[in-house]
């Protein structure tokens, strides 16, 4: 897999089947997503259409925070999420706010902030070194 990910071209030379290995691969990600999603729905303990939907949109932000296409800045997007969402309901913080409202707020504030500073994400290239790349 590895192999493939850093040159497709390389890899079929070196007597790869590269359309096997990325057959493999969304397969792997198929069951991998569906084991999630199972797992998460008997946790939430009740199946309805909008199951995941605010989840859906803290993973979409965590993304866009780290820099799209970045696992680092995931990372450390999540936790600077995950703070900014704890401490708008701490008490000892400004006072503290309402947990259901705060929390969907500071989700909001700090993409808005850090977008408003750095629109690539926080590990993202800009758009100059991906038009240098070719992409």
């Known amino acids: 897999m590895r192999a493939v ?6 890899a079929a030379i070196s007597g790869i089947d590269v359309d096997r290995i990325g057959a493999y691969v969304w397969l792997l990600a198929g069951a991998l997503a569906g084991l999630g999603g199972v797992m998460f729905g008997v946790v939430q303990g009740t199946f309805e259409p909008n199951l995941g939907s605010q989840v859906l949109f803290l ?20 936790l600077v999420l995950g703070l900014a969402m704890d401490l708008s309901t701490w008490s000892g913080f400004f006072g503290g706010a ?7 707020s500071s989700r ?10 750095r629109p690539q994400g ?3 290239k800009g758009p100059g070194a991906l038009m240098r790349s070719g992409l």
């Open 59 to 78: 993973i979409f932000t965590t993304v866009v925070l780290g820099g799209i296409g970045s696992a680092y800045g995931a990372l450390v997007a999540g």
């Open 5 to 10: 990910a850093d040159n497709r071209d390389l």
């Open 98 to 104: 309402s947990t259901r409202g705060s929390s969907r």
């Open 108 to 117: 909001f504030a700090a993409l808005i902030l850090l977008l408003l500073y």
């Open 122 to 124: 926080l590990f993202g």
